[in-house]
């Protein structure tokens, strides 16, 4: 089973600022089978990045992922309001379990 | 248009038996995995299973593996988690997502209580 550590686990930035999550793999992510989702309170997850570094339909370009093997991030490059939340990394290769990793939480400084 | 519709809120006794549902409507149902995903108060999204609804094959989490039952219609375009036998510790929020790779629509979330 491919373990999914996303640091850090809480982010305390403003609006307009740049943010970087991370998510490590404990063994590489094959075909970078790497997606981001983004949960906001009371709301179910939204595909945000799939592919390490494809924007889903919709998402705006602000948004960018990046990475291989066992190293991936997740840039917003200035932040809005409507980004503050929690977010996480899922490996969903060929083979089972499909895991996410434990989330980080985007707060407002 | 894209949809999966969940089944309403629970509230169950410890040992008491459960199914939940996930109907998907506006593409192929069995074209596309179901996945189901618990979310535990405050806690992070933990994959459980899922099933190809064209054949009914199921994976399971190790975690979840002889706990819960992951099953398909596919004539009614619904897929189902069920318990034979609740835990208070089963109380969380259960979303089904579809998926070929990534999870790309996600159902409303149901979520059960389990309380004596």
């Known amino acids: 089973e491919i373990v999914l550590t996303q640091s850090p686990g809480t982010l305390s930035l403003s609006p307009g600022e740049r943010a970087t999550l991370s998510c490590r793999a404990s063994q590489s992510v094959s075909s970078s089978y790497l997606a981001w989702y983004q949960q906001k309170p009371g709301q179910a997850p939204r595909l945000l990045i799939y592919?390490?570094?494809s924007r889903a339909t919709g998402i705006p370009d602000r948004f960018s992922g990046s990475g291989s093997g066992t190293d991936f991030t997740l840039t917003i490059s200035r932040l809005e309001p409507e980004d503050f939340a929690v977010y996480y990394c899922q490996q969903y290769g060929s083979s089972p379990p499909n895991t996410f990793g434990q989330g980080t939480k985007l707060e407002i400084k | 248009e894209v949809q999966l519709v969940q089944s309403g809120a629970e509230v169950k006794k410890p040992g008491e038996s459960l199914r939940i549902s996930c109907k998907g409507s506006g593409y192929s149902f069995t074209s596309y995995w179901i996945s189901w995903v618990r979310q535990m108060p405050g806690k992070g999204l933990e994959w459980m299973g899922r099933?190809?609804?064209?054949?009914?094959?199921?994976n399971y989490s190790p975690s979840f593996q002889g706990h819960v039952t992951i099953s398909a219609d596919k004539s009614i375009s619904t897929a189902y988690l069920q318990w034979s036998s609740l835990k208070a510790s089963d109380t969380a929020m259960y979303y089904c997502?579809?998926?070929?790779?990534?999870?790309?629509?996600w159902g409303q979330g149901t979520l059960v209580t389990v309380s004596s």
């Open positions: 099933i190809d609804p064209s054949d009914s094959y199921t």
């Open positions: 997502a579809r998926h070929r790779r990534p999870y790309d629509y």
């Open positions: 592919g390490a570094s």
